[in-house]
């Protein structure tokens, strides 16, 4: 039990099941073996399905998504920049997280992403042309004037760095280069200009766009980098096993050492029953045959009359009076903690299922897989009325489970 408990609680409640067979009637243990066989399969299946609805697209389809339609993403923002310790080194990573930066709002920071994207790639004319910008923006026309002049040094023929430049010569008041340069940015754009946003005069500092060529750049170094790091650690960049394989390997674990106990029982130890009286375990031999739900001295004393002492006669009241209360409140308690275990108690193994299931999916949905889960799929929506239902008749299913166990005996 300590083993099996050290394990986790997944594992500790798969043992006290399987163990439980032993107690359970022979309809009881074919429905336990199904259960278990029908987990093993079904665990899988549920799994896949859970990876294919829940589970967000990849990131590079989410990227692609943010840059071409220039939609707020937190949730690729915060997965590129935890890609930092595989990509530090990659100019194409640091130059899409500068991007995403840039549009959630968070220039100072783009602008290192920018910068660290030059130190890997000194030919990479975009990144100078979004430090330029950026400098730009906060007014540093002398800067801008350094940096963008350098990206035209690696790329001559950019249109944003001619206009970006173009705009920074006019704030220092060197308009006649601003008008070569703006020309230039025409020229070089050609019909692609108004597209773009390079119109004559328009004062608005433009950025590169970036967008499918980029991520599938990207894409590329971070499975080279991906392969590299399994062939270094010996392919454990895999990861652990997903939760619902080992979910499975429960139950069939389960199922191997329930089937063992009850051959172990067969074999080794022989049948015994709980007194429908008293509550006392008693062997079933061979010999004693007059009652099969009454344990002996029960048949003494109720049914046969033979001749006992009145201490004794008192000492068995007694002990169904105790008998009657344990069980009592043991149902109950099971009641209040497991739900549908009424139906079980009352030889309805199916309808213990089913009510504990919805009543368990019910309540960790609402505290546990809407929370986690809901946001991947759709950020902004809010879901706490469904929460809040869900939670509702969970607790309404517990409830009812509670005062079935209390009106029984």
Same mark, same amino acid.
């Given at each position: ?6 394990? *986790?609680?997944v594992? %500790? ?10 107690? =359970? /009637?022979v309809? @009881?243990? $074919?429905?336990?073996?199904?259960a ?7 665990v899988?299946a549920?799994g896949?399905?859970?990876h ?10 989410r ?8 939609q ?10 935890e890609?930092?310790?595989?990509m ?15 549009m959630h709002?968070?220039?100072g920071?783009a602008?290192?992403e920018?910068?660290k994207?030059?130190?890997a ?8 042309i979004?430090? *330029?910008?950026?400098? %730009?923006e ?6 801008a004037?350094?940096? =963008? /002049?350098?990206? @035209?040094? $690696?790329?001559s023929?950019?249109?944003f760095a001619?206009?970006?430049?173009s ?5 220092i ?6 008008d070569?340069?703006?020309?230039r940015a ?6 692609d ?12 500092i433009?950025?590169p766009?970036l967008?499918?060529?980029d991520?599938?750049?990207f894409a ?8 590299l ?5 010996g392919?454990?960049?895999d ?12 139950f069939?674990f ?13 074999r080794w130890?022989?049948?015994a029953?709980?007194?429908t ?8 031999e061979?010999g004693?045959g007059?009652s ?14 033979d ?7 008192t ?12 069980s ?39 505290m546990?897989?809407l929370?986690?889960?809901a946001?991947?799929i ?20 517990v ?5 079935m166990?209390?009106?029984r005996?």
């Open positions: 039990l300590p083993v099996f408990g050290g394990l *986790g609680p594992w %500790l409640g798969a043992y006290l099941f399987a163990a439980s067979w032993i107690y =359970l /009637s309809r @009881l243990r $074919v429905w336990a073996v199904a278990c066989l029908l987990m093993i399969f079904v899988p549920v896949s399905i859970h294919r609805l829940v589970q967000p697209p990849a990131l590079s389809d990227l692609t998504t943010a840059l071409v339609e220039r707020m993403d937190l949730g690729t923002l915060r997965e590129m920049a890609l930092e310790a595989t530090a080194e990659t100019a194409p990573y640091h130059l899409l997280l500068g991007e995403l930066l840039r709002g968070e220039p920071l602008k290192v920018f910068q994207a030059v130190v790639d000194p030919d990479e004319a975009r990144a100078l979004f430090v *330029g910008a950026l400098a %730009l906060e007014g540093d026309a002398q800067l004037v350094q940096v =963008l /002049s350098s990206a @035209l040094e $690696v790329d023929d950019n249109p001619y206009h970006n430049l705009l920074a010569f006019d704030l008041r060197r308009f006649q280069e601003g070569q340069a703006r020309t025409r020229q070089y754009a050609g019909p200009s108004p597209e773009q946003g390079l119109r004559g005069l328009d004062p608005r433009r950025f766009r967008g499918r060529p991520v599938a750049a590329a170094e971070m499975v080279s980098r991906q392969e790091s399994a062939v270094e650690t392919g454990a960049a990861g652990p096993r997903p939760s619902f394989e080992r979910l499975s390997l429960v069939a389960a199922l191997v050492l329930g089937l063992v106990l009850l051959v172990v029982r067969a130890f022989g049948p029953r709980e007194c009286k008293c509550g006392k375990i008693y062997r079933l061979s004693f007059e099969s739900v009454y344990c002996p001295q029960c048949v003494s004393v109720f049914l046969k009359r001749v006992v002492s009145i201490e004794q006669q000492a068995k009241l007694h002990r169904i009076r105790s008998w009657e209360r344990m009592a409140a043991g149902r109950r308690l099971a009641g209040l903690l497991f739900p549908g275990s009424p139906y079980l108690f009352a030889d309805r193994a199916i309808r213990a299922v089913l009510f504990a299931f919805v009543c368990i999916a019910l309540l960790s949905g609402g546990l897989w929370p986690m889960f946001p991947m759709e950020p902004l929506a809010s879901f706490t009325t469904l929460r809040v239902a869900m939670l509702t008749l969970g607790a309404l299913m409830l009812r489970s509670a005062t166990s209390w009106d005996r």
